[in-house]
């Protein structure tokens, strides 16, 4: 049925990867993991973008190791995605990645009928540079603020109080993945349950919609739609 005035516009919803390949992630097949484990989260992206036809998911990527720089620079609709391999040596400057992703969390940057952004942060250790100045520039962002932070933890070293700062919400806590089948499953859930409720009607409040709102950090209301999968296959990393 065709609605008064045309029909409703997609509200463009940006998910961003931002992915640790320090030298510690090229350890015990780490690197190689996540690279499979995001490939293998693609179909359900695309399935999610074929059941909310209101959303257009664009994907972006960023890796940080010595430096930050984006593996995926220009938004590409989830439909025409096609993952290439991140490799791993080098530091982990998690604070550039972090003002990366804040340049393009500005105002001036985002769409003003957008909906709440998806970062998917996964790390397997500590930032060597200064992660909190990264940080703070990103939740100054209005549109930093509102996203939804999601950190998946690889191994025992990554730290979990600065990924929980990141996360910046106490109904959202890190993730944990010690083997392969727990960092496939924790990816999958980041890529299409928590992309599932951001791009639906969850998400759709006027505090959402509004970067300026005043309303601070991930909404609640999709933190509390969540079910984290379960893995019972023996710890690795």
Known sequence: MSRPGGTMASRPLHFIFICDCSGSMSVMGKIQALNAAIREAIPGMKAVARENVHAQILVRAVKFANAAEWHIDIPVKIQDLAWTDLTAAGMTALGSALELVAE??????????????????????????????????????????????IAIAIGEDASLPVLEEFI????????????????????????????????????????????????ASTDTGIAASLALPDSDTEDVW
């Open 104 to 149: 393009q969390l500005s105002l001036a940057a985002m769409p003003e009928r957008g909906l709440p952004p998806v970062l998917v942060l996964v790390t397997d250790g500590e930032p060597t540079d200064d992660y909190k100045a990264g940080l703070r520039r990103l939740l100054d962002q209005p549109w930093g603020r509102k996203a939804v932070r």
């Open 168 to 215: 910046a919400n106490p109904e959202i806590k890190p993730l944990r993945a010690t083997n392969t089948d727990q960092l496939h499953a924790l990816v999958r859930w980041a890529s299409t349950v928590v992309l599932r409720a951001a791009s639906s009607a969850v998400s759709t409040s006027r505090a959402s919609r509004d970067p300026n709102s005043g309303e």
